[in-house]
């Protein structure tokens, strides 16, 4: 291409790209203060005055007029100084379901003049709160409380504040934004669980249990001869000073790295309350291995992460939502993020049948440990023991610690 031709190509996009802006500009001009009843209530009064001046009906002159007159009335309704400077305040970012939550709105007039009123439109999810917004004079201000219900687990968006000037009729609007988006983590329902130690083989590179065994990795200490010690654990320069037999003492290391995943297949539970129970028994044994400072992997459908922390765990168990195109064979996809840990809990519903679990626990390292949790609601809880994994039915919330505590 020639260096004219370029040059042409250049220009030709530059006036595309003003065409483009100028369209926009139009768009937001006609749109903004212009509602599209008000357009129809315009032009449905120019149609009739035109009509009026061929056919002379007294009728189309009184529709135009009345129409013209509700526009005129509508923008004068509309003027005013809506120049608010507005922040929103949280009383809790991090909630359980059934706890309720405070929203602040603060609104100011920073101006030299006073502002007119107006409505507020605070967005609450797929909710919308609406409030008015009285005259401010200079530098006033008006806090407005908005109160709600955490009724159920949800990664809930809160705002941003819309700030709607407009006449009554619905014909002109002005609406503009204020304040910025915050988000509310509505954590699902847990219970406290007793420590989770079943399984855990000791590990080089494990952490200390704060347990005192006389075999292991970590050294710990000495204490005196006891009849039928191991000898090979005696500590011969300490026995020779002491003139006791001293056998060394160990803190037992293991290995904690753990993999935690859910099945969000919906067909694989037999109602959302069986569903939301599952997600409770999934963040509750997530909890407890990070405040055992348990390496964690937890895996939710296409969800593969390795949480820093029990908040960051719960943020992100508030988002888990049923899929019906979950991989059915939760193994597969397990192993594929934590093919090294050595225990695997697996949370599926209560329309997993046995034979899928079965299959789906086969592929697990013979090293590792595995435990499968049931949600059935309802169902007197359980514990039935298999070749390589335990299966646990869980009918209600406060089940979980005892089946726990007996895998202990």
């Given amino acids: 291409m020639d260096t004219a031709s370029a040059t042409a190509l250049r220009r030709h996009r530059r006036r595309e790209r003003r065409l483009k802006r100028a369209a926009k500009a139009v768009r937001h001009a006609v749109t903004s203060y212009v509602s599209p009843l008000g357009w129809m209530t315009l032009g449905a009064a120019a149609a009739c005055l035109l009509a009026f001046l061929p056919l002379g009906w007294t009728e189309l002159l009184a529709f135009a007029i009345v129409a013209g007159t509700m526009m005129l009335a509508a923008v004068v309704l509309s003027l005013g100084n809506t120049r608010f400077n507005a922040a929103i305040s949280l009383s809790n970012r991090r909630v359980t379901a059934g706890d309720t939550v405070t929203v602040l709105v603060d609104i100011d007039n920073r101006g030299r003049t006073p502002t007119a009123t107006a409505r507020g439109n605070l967005p609450i999810g797929d909710a919308h709160e609406r409030f008015t917004i009285p005259m401010l004079g200079p530098g006033q201000a008006k806090q407005t409380e908005v109160t709600f ?100 003492q160990y803190e037992a ?143 209600e919330l406060d089940d979980l610690p005892p089946i726990m505590g007996v895998l202990a």
């Avoid at 309350?273 to 997530?286: P, T």
């Avoid at 949480?307 to 996809?333: C, T």
Wanted: contains cysteine; charged residues 25%; glycine residues 6%.
């Fill in 149 to 248: 219900r955490a009724v159920s687990r949800a990664v809930l968006p809160i705002g941003p504040l819309r700030i709607r000037k407009g006449d009554p009729f619905g014909l002109i609007r002005h609406e503009k934004e204020l304040a910025e988006r915050l988000t509310v983590f509505i954590h699902p329902a847990t219970v406290r669980l007793n420590t989770l130690n079943a399984g855990v083989p000791r590990d080089l590179e494990g952490q200390p249990s704060g347990q005192i065994v006389d075999d292991d990795l970590d050294f710990y200490g000495l204490r005196e001869y006891e009849p039928g010690d191991d000898v090979r654990n005696v500590h011969w320069l300490s026995s020779a000073k002491t003139g006791t037999l001293m056998i060394r």
């Fill in 253 to 395: 290391t293991r290995r904690t790295d753990t993999s935690a995943t859910i099945s969000v297949n919906p067909d694989d539970y037999a109602s959302s309350e069986e569903f939301e129970l599952a997600v409770s028994i999934h963040a509750s044994i997530g909890v407890q291995c990070l405040l055992q400072d348990r390496p964690l992997y937890c895996h939710a459908g296409a969800s593969h992460a390795r949480p820093r922390n029990a908040m960051a765990f719960l943020d992100a168990a508030s988002g888990i939502g049923p899929d019906r195109d979950d991989n059915p064979n939760l193994a597969q996809e397990t192993l594929s993020h934590a093919p090294d840990a050595s225990f695997y809990y697996f949370t599926v519903g209560s329309m997993k049948d046995l034979d899928q679990i079965k299959r789906m626990t086969l592929a697990l390292p013979r090293s590792a440990n595995c435990v499968v949790l049931q949600a059935d609601s309802g169902a007197n809880r359980g514990i039935r023991r298999f070749a390589n994994f335990t299966l646990a039915t869980v009918g």
